[in-house]
């Protein structure tokens, strides 16, 4: 079993920039960030995979958004910046151990944190 917590609530005026943290309890081989606004479905925003930190990221955010982790502490990162209104919901750290299939696809994922609600204003 992997637990995974999350910080980082962050309210901000678009434009802003916000680091989630997540502390896993161990690693697996991939690593993942989600988001869900109200009323919209899950989706992918980053991922990584452990061993290489070969990343993925939606089209919405790339350029935008960075996904990292500190092994020594068991710790993944969201750097988000130039944040839009539409970057506003609630954040998921995921873990995964899968080694084919779209990273950023949610059902792949195993272990799920709390959430995180991220605001951003106009």
């Known amino acids: 079993q992997v637990q995974l917590v999350e910080s980082g609530v962050g309210s901000v005026q678009a434009g802003g920039s916000l680091r989630l943290s997540c502390v896993a309890s161990l690693y697996t081989y991939r690593m993942g960030w989600f988001r869900q606004a109200p009323g919209k479905e899950r989706e992918g925003v980053a991922s990584i995979r452990i061993t290489d930190g070969n990343t993925d990221y939606a089209d919405s955010v790339k350029g935008r958004f960075t996904i990292s982790q500190d092994k020594a502490k068991k710790t993944l990162y969201l750097q988000m910046n130039a944040l839009k209104p539409e970057d506003t919901g609630m954040y998921y750290c995921?873990?995964?151990?899968?080694?084919?299939?779209?990273?950023?696809?949610?059902?792949?994922?195993?272990?799920w944190g709390q959430g995180t609600q991220v605001t951003v204003s106009s």
């Open positions: 995921a873990a995964g151990q899968f080694w084919s299939g779209n990273p950023l696809l949610d059902s792949l994922y195993k272990f």
